[in-house]
């Protein structure tokens, strides 16, 4: 934790020297030319809410930013001499059909939290700024809520009960996510993160049933927090000029699935959007940020435009719209040496400096199709067995903890495969890169 605080405090520091040193402006700018003149900054947000400190008890908290402190953004970047463009500008510099005066900023929304339809909706109405939203459809006029939403709150009714799963009735995997929780050398958010990003939605919704059985079903089982949006509200948002795009049916990591699934997830999202709200759907965001070869043939086969990732790198002009770099930001990323709003932080992290001094270190998402089930020896079974004998009981889950985004342990069985995992250090875990837990 001081750890934690010192190097927050370091890099505060270091973002007030460079931005009243100049040094930053000489970072946006190298960054610019590299970028091929212009920089194309797309930041990725989940839920924006009222309020911050009451939601983080019970919330992931990489998902969340204040209204305020995403107002503060929008205002940011505009005074940092921003231009605040739609996605499908971004794409029109990066392919030449356009030539932009200043560097771009755009806002996009994972997931069709009804926060944004609520809170951040009104902000970018106000001030004229444009963003698209990445609806995963199957969810949109249903009061369902996500697998990673449903998991968190379920661990932590684990971690509250002090409750003993029976592994012996749940999928094989879901050691592999209690175990480093209960045993307290995981935050259920990092734990969840690496867990989503390594198996199929169908071993996340095999946890979910065992679970809600064991800890005896019942209403409280499920986050009162985290709905979506409905068609009335997206209709609402799209005659207002806001757009949106595809992002899975069911909010599926699509690298984990076979073409079929793929093709389904793709075309189904984009014609039920267009269906449903009359336009036209040309951008897509990838779940949990992967994406695959196979994926882009098949978003270009069906009218796409582009993709999204959340790997925190720059977009240059030329580079390749289905592969477009984004950061992810929350509450955090903005956080100054005292925990407070730090406006030279932000810009600073918009004008990617620590990123210039290598100070970041992001995960890619391109990744090769993985098919096979996952397996788990009883070993795991046997360790954590052990480790629980042993382990202080954790009573609450660590929600002031960011997101990590810890490197993804390579599947069983994907030695060989061209897979490229660059760990995060504890800088850029801290202020930036909450991997989407989308
Ligand atoms: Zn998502």
């Not at 029109?92 to 900023?105: I, N, P, Q, S």
């Not at 009359?278 to 435009?305: H, P, T």
């Not at 390749?320 to 984004?326: C, E, H």
Request: net charge negative; proline share 5%.
């Amino acid at each position: 934790m001081a750890g934690k605080v010192l190097r927050r405090a370091a890099k505060a520091a270091a973002a007030g020297f460079f931005h009243y040193s100049g040094v930053r402006k000489a970072m946006a700018a190298y960054r610019r030319s590299q970028s091929g003149g212009r920089r194309i900054l797309i930041v990725s947000y989940h839920r924006v809410v009222s309020d911050f400190t009451g939601e983080l008890q019970r919330s992931i908290p990489g998902l969340l930013i204040s209204q305020e402190t995403f107002r503060r953004h929008l205002e940011e970047a505009n005074a940092a001499g921003y231009e605040l463009a739609s996605i499908g500008d971004a794409v029109d510099v990066m392919e030449g059909r356009r030539t932009a005066k200043k560097d771009l900023f755009v806002v996009t929304f994972d997931d069709g939290y009804r926060d944004v339809y609520r809170y951040a909706y009104p902000v970018l109405k106000q001030m004229g700024v444009p963003a698209i939203t990445y609806l995963p459809t199957a969810f949109i006029n249903t009061d369902k809520r996500f697998n990673h939403d449903r998991l968190f709150h379920l661990l932590r009714c684990v971690q509250e009960r002090k409750f003993r799963p029976d592994y012996d009735t749940m999928p094989t995997p879901s050691v592999q996510l209690l175990g480093p929780i209960l045993t307290g050398r995981k935050t259920a958010s990092a734990a969840l993160d690496d867990f989503i990003g390594e198996h199929p939605t169908r071993v996340l919704t095999g946890i979910i049933d065992s679970l809600e059985q064991q800890l005896g079903g019942g209403a409280d089982l499920v986050p009162e927090q985290g709905d979506v949006m409905n068609w009335d509200e997206v209709r609402q948002m799209a005659r207002d000029g806001f757009e949106f795009g595809a992002h899975t049916l069911g909010h599926t990591v699509l690298t984990l699935e076979p073409t079929e699934v793929v093709e389904k997830e793709i075309v189904e999202s984009k014609q039920t959007i267009e269906r449903e709200v009359g336009v036209q759907v040309k951008d897509f965001a990838y779940c949990n940020g992967w994406y695959s070869d196979e994926m882009i043939r098949v978003l270009k086969q069906n009218g796409f435009r582009s993709g999204v990732t959340t790997e925190d790198l720059p977009n240059r002009v030329g580079g390749d719209p289905f592969a477009l770099k984004r950061k992810v930001m929350w509450e955090n990323f903005s956080l100054g040496m005292m925990g407070d709003y730090s406006s030279t932080l932000t810009v600073c992290q918009f004008d990617d400096c620590f990123g210039v001094l290598g100070m970041s270190h992001p995960v890619l998402g391109h990744r090769p199709h993985i098919l096979a089930p996952m397996n788990t020896s009883n070993v795991l079974v046997e360790e954590l067995d052990a480790a629980l004998a042993k382990a202080t009981p954790v009573d609450v889950v660590d929600v002031t903890a960011p997101v990590i985004a810890s490197a993804p342990a390579v599947a069983p069985g994907t030695a060989g495969a061209q897979v490229v995992v660059a760990p995060n250090v504890a800088l850029a875990s801290e202020a930036a890169q909450p991997e989407e837990l989308q």
